[in-house]
């Protein structure tokens, strides 16, 4: 299950509905609980908040977050000696261009 789908399902859930069948919830039953709603809330927050994450990394260049090697600090720096672009070097290095 990825995240999309974990976040519907709870979604669900906190508004009362049963994800298989759609059907809501008994008033007296656990999901209709009012602790329990909020809670379910907070979980869809928080899993709003990794599939956004998660969407942000996939659009992310591969090396962006990681440590940068001698060698590429001085390929960095020669590159920039040579006025390339921002935006060049970001893809030459396979970087972000505020990392650049």
């Known amino acids: ?5 974990a976040l519907q399902t709870v979604r669900f859930l906190a508004e009362g509905i049963d994800p298989i069948t759609g059907e809501i919830f008994p008033d007296d039953g656990l999901y209709q609980h009012p602790r329990v709603i909020c809670l379910l809330y907070e979980a869809v927050g928080a899993l709003e908040g990794a599939e956004e994450k998660q969407r942000r990394e996939n659009h992310l260049p591969g090396k962006a977050g990681k440590p940068w090697s001698g060698a ?12 390339m672009l921002i935006k060049e070097l970001a893809q030459q290095h396979n970087r972000t261009e505020g990392t650049i």
Do not use: P, Q, T
């Open 1 to 5: 299950m990825d995240i999309s789908e």
């Open 72 to 83: 590429e600090d001085k390929l960095l720096i020669d590159h920039f000696k040579a006025a």
